[in-house]
């Protein structure tokens, strides 16, 4: 797939996620150019995404599941970058007991390390 059909493919997951959470486009629209609030809503919206794409499983942040996904979807040129930042974060979601914060700090971290190559519906 290329960029704009993961963020295509994407547009159903934030369909899904963003009534749940009762999050606005302002709140999440610009999560991929790094604006992350933090807030309880946003940060759930995040681990919606995350649920409803497998990357969450029981709770907890399946890091094997989103190298998968990348394995998958991702353009060829992308996906070297984006494996290496999801090791890179890695760590970051077990510091958290809610799956709503794990999935957010994750999120923010993978962006940080590596804005260019970060898709986020």
Not at 47 to 76: E, G, L, R, W
Not at 93 to 117: H, L, Q, R
Request: glycine residues 4%.
């Amino acid at each position: 797939m290329t960029r704009q059909q993961i963020k295509n493919s994407g547009k159903l997951l934030k369909k899904t996620c963003m009534p749940k959470n009762d999050v606005t486009e302002e709140q999440v629209g610009q999560i991929e150019q790094g604006k992350f609030l933090e807030e309880k809503n946003v940060m759930c919206y995040i681990a919606c995404i995350y649920s409803t794409s497998q990357a969450v499983k029981n709770n907890k942040i399946n890091h094997d599941a989103m190298i998968k996904q990348v394995d998958m979807m991702f353009p060829a040129e992308m996906k070297d970058g984006v494996k290496a930042v999801i090791e890179q974060c890695k760590g970051v979601g077990k510091k958290y007991k809610d799956i709503c914060e794990a999935s957010f700090w994750t999120a923010k971290c993978m962006y940080e390390a590596d804005p260019a190559n970060f898709v986020f519906p």
